[in-house]
């Protein structure tokens, strides 16, 4: 069974400052991992994805996350915050990156960024 | 191009009506599906179809959901007999063609209220 644990629901930070969402994940089989980002009355946009070539994954808008197996983590960060920004992140995994009944996406309970001017 | 689109934006309904809840695909999306988001929690599986077929409907939490794609493109999610625990944002995503990596698009999705 696969499962994400998201590390505090709410995160605040100053405008310029480092951005840090924790993920937690667990999985029997050779994980794909993701984060969206979900703005108000809106759906969920994918910020980037997991898919076993490279430990370290950049999205847009300047976010990254490492994904270390050691850890089971997949932490979001961006090194400078905008007000922008603002909206609630989703880490989620999934048993296939391929499509099929296997695609299905299993997220965390979200974690909502303030960002403070 | 356009997104994937869901009806209507906003649902109230009374206890023991039934609902439908209209999703639209990117056009050529083989793959649809559709998730549940209670308020405060992530989304979570429903059910998925690869072109017409419902591959897989393990996440549908009672025999009052269904849901259908007939034609393999537009979908509908079907609730008979709400009830107060249905409240919750209904949320529909799609992705290309199976085989390839893929990437799921989300809807809007359906906030739905049943007083």
């Known amino acids: 069974a696969q499962s994400v644990t998201q590390l505090g629901s709410h995160v605040s930070v100053s405008e310029g400052a480092l951005v840090l969402l924790r993920c937690n994940y667990s999985?029997?089989?050779?994980?794909?991992l993701f984060w969206y980002v979900q703005y108000p009355n809106q759906g969920l946009q994918l910020l980037l994805k997991y898919t076993s070539a490279a430990t370290l994954v950049k999205g847009i808008n300047g976010f990254e996350a490492e994904f270390k197996k050691s850890e089971t983590s997949f932490h979001l960060t961006k090194p400078s915050a905008h007000m922008s920004d603002a909206a609630e992140y989703f880490c989620a995994v999934s048993r296939s990156g391929y499509g099929g009944s296997q695609g299905n996406l299993i997220f965390g309970k979200g974690t909502k960024l303030s960002v403070k001017p | 191009g356009a997104g994937v689109s869901q009806s209507p934006r906003y649902k109230v309904a009374k206890r023991g009506q039934d609902v439908a809840l209209r999703c639209d695909p990117i056009s050529g999306h083989v793959s649809l599906f559709w998730y549940q988001q209670a308020l405060g929690q992530g989304p979570e599986f429903l059910t998925y179809f690869q072109n017409e077929a419902q591959l897989d409907k393990s996440g549908l939490p009672s025999d009052r959901f269904f849901a259908e794609r007939p034609e393999g493109s537009v979908s509908t999610l079907k609730i008979q007999r709400t009830q107060q625990e249905d409240s919750a944002v209904y949320l529909c995503?799609?992705?290309?063609?199976?085989?390839?990596?893929?990437?799921?698009?989300f809807g809007p999705g359906t906030r739905l209220l049943v007083l």
């Open positions: 995503a799609s992705s290309g063609s199976v085989g390839g990596w893929q990437t799921q698009y």
């Open positions: 999985s029997s089989v050779p994980p794909y």
